[in-house]
Structures are given as structure tokens and as C-alpha cells.
């Protein structure tokens, strides 16, 4: 027979481990709040996370082409998408750089069109690719270079500067070129964007590496945090220590590199180059990063983000060839998708400044 207080002291111990329980039960495990609070808030996402947070948009646009189409996902399809895509591809990342900063530089397609040229006369003269490459890079840069310097020393916008470039080297490579088309270009210059390694051309390998470097400098350097700061708050990084106008400055040097090297893929896409070829591809750069999710404001935005927004594009102008409409159509719809685009990044920092 158990004792008063053997009884007593088994009941406060089931009392005691039943209360225990009950607590346990009621309080809900720390494991299960962790992915809530990680999707609700921004601050503790992965920074790859919200670069892609245009993926599910560009999936669901594949999927409904897919549908609507033949052959949307075949590999041969695929393969000429990402080839088409290479030229914007190349040119947005340095309109990235530009955006980042919370500028604009509406001369990408002209500096395409001089590099081109550039590097297709002197391959013509010399018979020599290297030095033709050469020359084209050196065209971009230095134009690119004069670009930034007039935005950060002259009190103009640097809307109107780039606008102003685009009519003046646009004229200047037409009246050096005499206006025509210069070729031929040798074969094996032509096979960089139609061969490659497993049946993709070079030209898109060479934007995947381009991208790749270009993602690592934005993120892992010191002048790629300088960019984030200016586009950010351009006073709070001149306190800091930033020299604003020397990071502005280069940016748009940068992007003159990369429309340089865009140039120089599209002379070999076309087997020759012409003043006019890059103009048409300036509403598909700038608006690449933009559907990508790059403020233009500045401040906010990566190269992940713009190679979505290129895809997107490539497989959205694609998906329209495929169902028939015409040109003038498909300049329609692609208006309106990045008009949409803008709005919501405009609407999402007016949102953020409300709260």
C-alpha cells in the first residue's frame, strides 16, 4: 500500500510532466515560425532569391507558349532564342552598370553600330581579326568614356547627353562609312556566332562567361559596392568616402566596353557591319533590365536580374514569331510589357516610401 506521500508526489510528477506537455504543446515549435518570417521578410532572403524573383514570370511564359506553339522547347529553339538573345545580352550588362547608378544611356545602340564598324574596316584592311577586335573595343570604350565624362562635368541630365550622343555618332559613323555596309568578313569570324561547343554558338558562351564576371565584380569588388552606393544615395556615399564622379564616369565607360563587344558579335552575326545596325536593339537592352527588376531609379538591382529580363524578351519575341504576328504587333506587345514593368517599379517605391 503506497503512502500519502508517495501518492502526492506521483500526482505532482503526471501534474508536473502534464503541464510540461501542455506548455510544449501550446508553444509552437521555433523550426516552423523560421520559413515564415524568411518569406516575409526581404532582409532574410538570399540575395540570389530576389534576384530571381522573375523566374516564376518567365516560366509561366514559356509554359503558355509552349501551348500555344510547336516547338517552343526544342533544343534547336532553344539554342536559337539564347543565339538571338546574345547581342542584348552582352549590351544590357553594361546598361546595368549605367541603371545601377540611376542613370541612363540611350547611345547603347549607336556606340553598337561604331564599334561594328570599326572593327569590321579595320578587320578588311588588315585581314586581321585580332586587330579588328581590338579596334572595336577601343571605339566603345572611348566613346563611352567621353559620354561619362560630359554627364559628371556638364549640368545636363545624363538623359539629354546620351540622347545628344546617339544623333552624333550615329552621323559620324554613317559619314565615315559612307553610309554603307562594310564587308565581307572573314568565314571563320562569321562561324563565332553560328558554331560552338555542343551545338551552342560562342557568342552565347561568351555572354554566360561575360555575366558571370560581370555578377562577381557588382558583388564581391569595391568599385561594384561604389556603383550600389551612388545609385543608392549618391550624398550618403560622397560622406562616405565615394568619389561619385569618378565611379559615375566609369560606369558609362564600362557600358561603351560592353556595346563594343556587342557590336563586334552582331558584325559577326551579320557578316559585316553598318552605322544603323544597333539602333533597333536599344528598346530591348534597356528594357531587358528593367523586366529584369533594376530600379531606374538605381540603387537596386544585379546581373541575374538582367539576364531573366533578357530571356524573358528572347523567348517573348520568339513565342510571337512562332504564332504569326506581325512586326509592328509584336513592337506592341513588347511596349507594353515593359511599360508594366516600369509602372510596377515605380508603383513598389512609392509603396516603400509610404510605409
Known sequence: MSSPESVCGEGAAKASSAASSAASSAAPPARSTKPASWLRDPACRPGWLTDLSMLPALVVLVAVLSVLTDGMLTPSNIINVCSQSAVVAIAAIGATFVILTGGIDLSTGSVIGASGVSAAWMITSTGSVPAGVAAGLLTGTVIGLVIGTVVVKMPVVPFAVTLAALYVVSGATTLLSHGRTIAPVPAGFIEFSIDGPGGVPYSVWLAVVLYAVAQTVLTR?????????????????????????????????VAGLFSAIAGIVLTSGLAGAGASMGGPLLLNIVGAVVLGGTSLFGGRGSLLRTAVGVLFLGFLSNGMSLLGLASFDQQIVTGAVIFIAASADGLGRWLRRRS
Open 221 to 253: 569588388t569595391a568599385w561594384g559596392r561604389r556603383v550600389l552606393h551612388v545609385g543608392a544615395n549618391v550624398e550618403v556615399a560622397r560622406i562616405s568616402g565615394v568619389h561619385v564622379a569618378r565611379t559615375k564616369a566609369s560606369v558609362y565607360a
